[in-house]
Nanobody, 127 residues
């Protein structure tokens, strides 16, 4: 059973940066596609970014493209989400998610396509 633990959330002023980390255990990390999702107050969970097992395929939501960057280090079973130029609308609980790479030809963007989820980390951006 794969377990995911996020860290790195916090409070930041608009224009600042935060780096989220997701550490996996209980499985072979290189067998997993990884995604970051977020859920703001009163909103549905939405896709933010995703990365294939080797990092060759990366997808971003239009709202974060050119501001956020996803990466992974398989040797450390860790994925990161670097968030720059933060905006108040980025305020949300951010979740790391993973699924077996053999189930997907591309990086999935639907939360229903991910089996494993972390507990989430709060990101609050003030104006």
């Amino acid at each position: 059973q794969v377990q995911l633990v996020e860290s790195g959330g916090g409070f930041m002023q608009a224009g600042g940066s935060l780096r989220l980390s997701c550490v996996a255990s209980g499985g072979t990390f290189s067998n997993l596609v990884v995604g970051w999702f977020r859920q703001g107050p009163g909103k549905e969970r939405e896709f933010v970014a995703g990365i294939s097992w080797g990092g060759g395929k990366i997808e971003y939501a239009d709202s974060v493209k050119d501001r956020f960057s996803i990466s992974r280090v398989n040797a450390k079973s860790t994925a990161h989400l670097q968030m720059n130029s933060l905006k108040p609308e980025d305020t949300a609980v951010y979740y790391c998610a993973a699924d077996m790479v053999i189930r997907h030809r591309t990086v999935p963007q639907n939360p229903k396509d991910y089996t494993y989820w972390g507990q989430g980390t709060q990101v609050t951006v003030s104006s």
